[in-house]
C-alpha cells in the first residue's frame, strides 16, 4: 500500500443506501458520533421505521430493487441531492458492486467500504482464488477459470471428483450454490445455478470446488485502515445453515485450539492485505473437520449480517470504525489489544416456512414481540407491528444477539429470548431456532454444516404440537363457534375473537364436529360442553386422543387456561383468517380453519389432481405446455422469492391439462398452478 499522507476529513452527513435493520443500525451509530444521516426507501418502504428514524428521507424508486436500492444513479443523486458526504452500502444490494463505489468516490463523496479494484478481485471467487494461492492462503482443489462450456465444466467436475460443489462466481449468501453428488445430476444443477446466479448477481459464471462432506463454516473478521494497518477481531462459527444461508452464527467458534485460531487470523490478515484491504471486512473458510485444516473460502468486502457477535465480545462498534477509516484516521489499537470477553450468539428469524422446505413467507406481521434489550441481550429488526414483509426483499425479520460468560450461559441465554418472541401473520423459523439449540451435537459444539440436514427427524419431531396443545385449538375453536350459531364455519372478523365466560352461553348440549388442518394433515375434531366442563375427541392420523372434564379457568385478552385431569395449562392464541396461531409450551404453531368443511373433505378423498405454488413469488421458468406428460420428480415451474428458485414437482406421473399461470407472473402461496390428470395410478 502508497503511503498516505492525506488529512483526516470528518463525516458530516451520511446516506444510507439500504433498508431493514441494518439501516438503522447505521443511523444508531451516526448519531452517537453526531453524523448527519439520510435514508432511502422503495415505495413498499414508505412507512418504514428507518425511514423515520432519520434526518431526512428519500424516496428512491419503485418496488423492485432494480428499480430502488440497485438502482446506483439514483442513490447517486439522492446523496447529492442531500449534500451527502458519505455513503454506507450495509450489506447485499449494492455493497460489492465495484462500479458502485467506483461512481461514489468519482463524485468526491466518501464511500465506507474498501477500494473498487478490492471488491472486484474478491467479488470474483476464481480470481480470489488464484490470489491466496500466490498469498500462500490455503485454498481447495477446483476450477476457477474462464471457460464456461457445459463440456468443459462436466469434464471437470470429472476430473475433480464428486460430490462436489457449484458456486456462482459472483456474489454469496447461498444463492447460485448447488451441491452435486453424481455426474448425471451436473448438467441440471449447473442450469439452476447459473440462472440463480444471473438473476442474484447479473452474471452467470461458476466455480467448481471439491466438495467437503464433514465441514464446519468459519469466518474471521478483519479491520484495515488507508496506512497499512490491518489486524483481526477473532472468528465466527457459522456453519447452522439451511439452503446453504446461515442461521445461527456465534463468536469465538466452540472446541477451536487457540494455535488453530491464531492461524485463522493470521491468514485472514494476509488475505486482507494481498488486496490492500481497507475497512471492516470478512474471511470466510471451509474448515474440514476430518482433516483439521481450514480453506479459503471467499472474502466479503463489506459488513456481515452477524457483526454483532464481533461486537459483543470484543466491545468494538464496527460501524464507528467504518466511519473512522472513511474520515482517513488510523486505528487506535493494536492486535495485542484485542481480546475475547465472554461468549456471543446471534439468531436470525425469519420469515419461513420449516416444515415446507424453509420456504419465505410474505405478509403482514400482525403481533409481534420481543424480549427487553439490554447489555447482554440485543435486538436488530427493520421493521414493527403491522408492517408487511415484501416478496422482493429478504425474509429476515429481525436478528436476535446474546452475550454471556461462557457458552453454556449463552445457549441459555438465547433459548429464554427465543421464548419471549412471538409473531403472528407470517410462518416463521423461531420454534425451529428453539430445536436447533436443543439437539445434542450443537449445545456441546460438535457440529458440522451438516446438522440441520441430518438431525432433521429430531427437530421435526419436537415441532409437532401436544395433545395439550391441539386442545387448546379446540376449545377456543368451540369459544368462537358455539353451538347457538348454526353457520360454525364462519370465523369472527374481529380481532380479539375471545369471549368472556359471562357472556358465553349455549341452548342445549349439542356437539360440535369440526376439522383443522396441521401442515396440510387433516385433524377431525369433535367437542360438547356439558355445564361447565367440555368432552371430545380429536382424531390424527390412526391416534384418537379423547377428553372430559375440561375445564375453562381463563379465557380473554388472548390467553387460555384450561384444567385437564387436574393438571392446569396456558396458551396464548391469535385469529388470523383461515389460521389460528398458538403459543404453548414455548412452542408456536399454526393450525388452518377450512372455511368449507365439505368441499374440504371432498378434495381429501380424492387423489391430488393441481400441482399449487408452495411459496408466494414469481414464475420464472415453466417447463412444459399444456398435453405434456410429465414423471414423477420432474420439475413443472421454477418460483423465484427473495432472488431464491424453488422447483414445482410432479408428484407423480401425470398430463398437464391445464396451466394457471404465465412465465414472469406472481402467484400466491397454494394457488393452483396447473390441473393434472395423474396416469396409470393406483388409488
Known amino acids: 500500500m502508497a503511503p498516505n499522507n492525506s488529512p483526516i476529513k470528518p463525516i458530516k452527513k451520511v446516506l444510507i443506501a439500504n433498508r431493514g435493520e441494518i439501516a438503522r443500525r447505521i443511523i444508531r451509530t451516526a448519531k452517537k458520533l453526531n453524523i448527519g444521516t439520510i435514508a432511502v426507501y422503495s415505495q413498499a418502504d414508505q412507512n418504514s421505521l428507518w425511514a423515520s428514524e432519520a434526518d431526512s428521507a428519500v424516496c428512491i424508486g419503485e ?43 468519482e463524485q468526491g463523496i466518501v464511500f465506507l467500504g474498501p477500494p473498487a479494484a ?100 468459519i469466518e474471521v473478521q478483519i479491520l484495515a485502515d488507508n496506512h497499512g494497518n490491518c489486524i483481526h477481531l477473532y472468528e465466527r462459527d457459522c456453519s447452522i445453515q439451511r439452503r446453504h444461508q ?104 425469519y420469515a419461513e416456512d420449516p416444515g415446507n422446505c424453509f420456504f ?41 444477539v446474546v452475550h454471556a460468560k461462557d457458552r453454556e450461559g449463552c445457549l441459555a441465554l438465547m433459548s429464554q429470548a427465543l421464548k419471549e418472541t412471538e409473531i403472528v401473520g407470517l410462518k416463521n423459523n423461531v ?13 456441546e459444539g460438535n457440529f458440522t454444516t451438516g446438522l440441520v440436514e441430518s438431525s432433521e427427524n429430531e427437530w421435526r419431531q419436537q415441532l409437532q404440537p401436544t395433545f395439550d396443545c391441539l386442545l387448546h385449538a379446540v376449545v377456543y375453536y368451540y369459544i368462537c363457534n358455539h353451538p347457538d350459531n348454526n353457520d360454525w364455519c364462519l370465523i369472527p372478523e374481529s380481532p380479539n375473537p375471545w369471549l368472556t365466560l359471562s357472556n358465553f352461553t349455549t ?25 361447565n366442563e367440555f368432552k371430545g375427541a380429536i382424531k390424527k392420523g390412526k391416534q384418537i386422543h379423547a377428553f372430559q372434564n375440561v375445564k375453562i379457568i381463563h379465557a380473554k385478552n388472548n390467553h387460555l387456561v ?17 389460521c389460528i396461531t398458538i403459543f404453548h409450551s414455548d412452542k408456536q404453531h399454526s393450525l388452518k380453519i377450512p372455511i ?46 427473495m432472488k431464491m428458485e424453488h422447483a414445482v414437482k410432479a408428484p407423480f406421473d401425470c398430463t398437464l391439462i391445464k396451466i394457471h399461470c404465465v412465465q414472469n407472473q406472481v402467484v400466491l402461496s397454494d394457488v393452483k398452478m396447473a390441473d393434472v390428470d395423474p396416469c396409470n395410478l393406483k388409488v
Open 431 to 443: 420454534s425451529f431456532l428453539q430445536c436447533l439449540l436443543s439437539i445434542k451435537e450443537y449445545s
Open 63 to 105: 418496488s423492485s430493487p432494480s428499480k430502488s436500492y440497485l438502482s446506483i444513479d439514483k442513490i447517486i443523486n439522492a446523496a447529492k441531492t442531500t449534500d451527502a458526504d458519505a455513503i454506507h452500502p450495509g450489506y447485499g444490494f449494492l455493497s460489492e458492486n465495484e462500479t458502485f463505489a467506483t461512481k461514489v468516490r
Open 507 to 531: 341452548s342445549g348440549y349439542q356437539t360440535l364436529n369440526f376439522a383443522l388442518l396441521l401442515n396440510n394433515e387433516t385433524l377431525n375434531c369433535s367437542i360438547q360442553q356439558t355445564e
Open 118 to 217: 478490492a471488491i472486484q478481485t474478491m467479488g470474483s471467487k476464481s480470481m480470489a482464488k488464484k490470489l491466496m494461492q500466490q498469498a500462500n492462503v490455503p485454498v481447495l482443489k477446483g476450477y476457477h477459470g474462464d471457460n464456461q462450456s457445459l463440456e468443459y465444466l462436466l469434464a471437470t467436475a470429472a476430473s475433480i471428483g464428486f460430490p462436489l460443489m457449484i458456486k456462482a462466481a459472483s456474489g454469496g449468501g447461498g444463492k447460485g450454490m448447488r451441491i452435486v453428488n453424481k455426474a448425471s445430476e451436473f448438467k441440471e444443477m449447473l442450469a439452476s445455478a447459473k440462472r440463480e446466479a444471473k438473476n442474484a448477481f447479473g452474471d452467470d459464471k461458476v466455480i467448481i470446488e471439491r466438495y467437503v462432506t464433514n465441514s464446519r463454516h
Open 246 to 349: 446461515k442461521v445461527l452464527e456465534e463468536s469465538p467458534a466452540p472446541n477451536i485450539p487457540s494455535e488453530l485460531r491464531e492461524k485463522l487470523g493470521v491468514d485472514a490478515v494476509k488475505a486482507a492485505k494481498a488486496v490492500d484491504y481497507t475497512g471492516v471486512g470478512t474471511v470466510e473458510y471451509i474448515f474440514d473437520t476430518d482433516r483439521h485444516e481450514h480453506y479459503f473460502m471467499e472474502m466479503n468486502t463489506r459488513l456481515q449480517v452477524e457483526h454483532p457477535v464481533t461486537e459483543m465480545v470484543t466491545g468494538l462498534d464496527l460501524v464507528e470504525q467504518q466511519f473512522r477509516v472513511g474520515e482517513n484516521r488510523k486505528l487506535d489499537m493494536l492486535q495485542s489489544d484485542i481480546a475475547l470477553k465472554g461468549h456471543a450468539l446471534e439468531a436470525r428469524i
Open 360 to 400: 419465505p413467507d410474505s405478509g403482514t406481521i400482525c403481533h409481534f414481540k420481543t424480549p427487553a434489550p439490554g447489555e447482554c441481550v440485543r435486538i436488530e429488526s427493520g421493521f414493527k407491528e403491522n408492517d408487511q414483509i415484501s416478496l422482493f426483499y429478504d425474509s429476515m425479520i429481525a436478528k436476535l
Open 562 to 578: 384450561l384444567v385437564n385431569n387436574g393438571v392446569q395449562t396456558r396458551s396464548k392464541i391469535f385469529l388470523k383468517p383461515p
Open 596 to 641: 368449507i368443511q365439505n368441499k374440504l373433505k371432498e378434495e381429501n378423498s380424492h387423489v391430488q389432481k393441481a400441482l399449487h405454488s408452495p411459496l408466494t413469488g414469481k414464475v420464472t421458468t415453466i417447463r412444459y405446455k399444456e398435453g405434456d406428460r410429465v414423471h414423477k420428480g420432474n420439475i413443472v415451474f421454477v418460483i423465484e422469492a
